[in-house]
């Protein structure tokens, strides 16, 4: 949570930004990421001065003697014509010098700078946006993660691949739905900005903090809850350094990305640039291509370019088709581990589409693999940027499906217009959708009413109607009888009207003459 000097901060920038001709907020957020990095690197200089000055150590500096100009301290005092050809050609390089040099552990956020391109041109901007930069508690762990999703809720345009920002509650009623665990394995094979990876590890400091590592405090009148993940003990490692795992074929997004998770405290993302549905994935990403993951979490783009002769093969065995949102399914179950799980968006087109591609893949998700829930989602979820009608398909890896629990969301706790207004406190159906999901996961209560929001469906029942999955298909609907006037009563009426019409021509023909 950012609190309303914090936030009025951003929005100045953002509008400075604006005002200096640079109006993609990618752009913007990116042009921010290089500024935030550049003074993350030095912030992660001086901890290793003092660091070395209390072992008597010496370890590898960052900068050295030829890049010690390059250091954010030195040069953000700088005035604007000094500093705009400093910081293009000489701090840039120095951005691409360490992604040259980096390798191993930690390695990924400085790789994706090898083509980091300074964009604002404005002596006055830079100077704006350095001191805007300089004033952002990026010390704080707790804020600078919120801070950098707010930077992000700027993003509101699709990209050309058909991919686009999921709303954060969304993101939060998956995750929620999914439960992660500290030993999982957690990976987004379209990954965007990382908001399911995020939330993921999110989820996992709220579950395991005791309460000496949880800290409240009120700012601005706004409660303030931070995690310390302290319940987190021998996973701690693992969390650090293998459980988030993401992919994209977008560098800026990748970047953008791999500093959202640096910045919500990963410290070690396993960030990478694939098409995962290429190829090439399986022979630069071995470990990950194939039964490699307990939990998938994704909202892959629905109507991307494909070049059919470069998807993988056995992807393509279990679906022949060119639609990405029928290849991502099939995708996600091949780097699933047997037993492992995955939440994911999905057109309502793959619910009930008939062509040979999308029965098939039903199909195999129903008769060789266990297909748990789907979760109807209102048409205007994704609005201002999408209006297409989605669904969540939730299924594991492997077994056979018997009954499969659908939920007909009808309000998410906002409109569904462009403005996307709150409604009342926010939660719609959401808590509701995770309540009854979690219930019928242990067997508890009854689900055998297809008039209520909640009910499950047996394979069986699917089989029967082709594996069709809409939930229109199975839902009923409350009838109401409907009381209407005889036809004898209506020709009554039809006939004084008439006559009211015919003496009404007559009044007016006498005043023609």
């Not at 029928?326 to 492992?340: A, D, E, W, Y």
Request: glycine content about 8%; some cysteine.
């Amino acid at each position: 949570m950012i609190t309303g000097a914090l936030r009025s901060r951003i929005d100045s920038l953002w509008t400075d930004f604006w005002t200096g001709g640079i109006t993609n907020p990618l752009t913007v957020i990116e042009q921010i990421t290089f500024l935030m990095y550049s003074r993350l690197l030095d912030m992660q200089e001086r901890t290793q001065e003092k660091r070395d000055a209390v072992t008597g150590k010496r370890e590898a500096s960052l900068f050295g003697d030829v890049d010690k100009d390059c250091r954010w301290e030195t040069w953000r005092h700088y005035n604007g014509p000094e500093m705009l050809p400093h910081v293009r050609d000489h701090v840039f390089p120095h951005f691409r010098r360490l992604a040259e040099r980096s390798s191993g552990e930690g390695s990924h956020f400085a790789a994706f700078m090898k083509d980091a391109q300074l964009m604002i041109q404005k002596e006055s901007l830079l100077v704006k946006a350095v001191n805007a930069v300089h004033e952002l508690p990026l010390e704080k762990g707790d804020t600078k993660g919120d801070l950098y999703e707010y930077l992000l809720s700027k993003l509101t345009t699709a990209g050309i691949n058909g991919q686009f920002r999921t709303p954060r509650h969304i993101i939060r009623m998956i995750v929620e739905l999914m439960q992660p665990r500290p030993t999982d394995r957690i990976c987004d094979p379209s990954c965007g900005t990382a908001g399911f990876l995020i939330e993921s590890y999110d989820y996992l400091l709220r579950h395991h903090s005791s309460a000496a590592g949880t800290h409240k405090e009120v700012i601005d009148g706004e409660e303030h809850i931070s995690y310390s993940g302290d319940l987190l003990g021998e996973h701690r490692a693992h969390v650090d350094t293998d459980m988030f795992h993401a992919y994209d074929f977008d560098a800026t997004m990748l970047r953008i990305a791999t500093m959202n998770l640096v910045m919500h405290g990963v410290k070690q993302p396993d960030v990478h640039y694939q098409d995962t549905l290429s190829q090439s994935f399986e022979e630069r990403h071995p470990r990950g291509s194939k039964n490699a993951f307990d939990l998938i979490l994704a909202n892959p783009p629905f109507k991307g370019s494909l070049d059919e002769q470069d998807v993988a093969p056995d992807i393509l065995r279990t679906v022949k088709t060119k639609k990405t949102e029928l290849l991502f399914i099939g995708l996600i179950l091949r780097m699933l581990k047997v037993g492992g799980r995955s939440a994911t968006i999905v057109p309502d087109g793959v619910l009930f589409g008939s062509s040979k591609a999308h029965v098939q893949l039903r199909q195999h998700l129903i008769e060789n693999n266990q297909l748990e829930a789907v979760i109807s989602l209102p048409s205007g979820v994704f609005k201002p940027y999408a209006g297409v009608s989605t669904a969540i398909i939730l299924f594991a890896k492997g077994g056979k499906t018997e009954n499969v629990f659908f939920y007909d969301v009808q309000s998410d706790g906002f409109t569904l217009d462009d403005k996307r207004t709150k409604i009342g406190d926010g939660n719609g159906d959401r808590l509701d959708v995770r309540t009854k999901y979690l219930q019928w996961c242990e067997g508890q209560g009854d689900f055998s009413d297809r008039k209520a929001k909640a009910f499950e469906v047996s394979a069986d029942t699917i089989r029967a109607q082709g594996y069709d999955l809409s939930i229109n298909r199975y839902k009923q609907r409350p009838h109401t009888e409907q009381e209407h006037a005889t036809p004898q009563d209506i020709l009554l009426a039809l006939q004084k009207l008439e006559v009211s019409i015919q003496t009404e021509l007559d009044s007016l023909q006498e005043l023609l003459g």
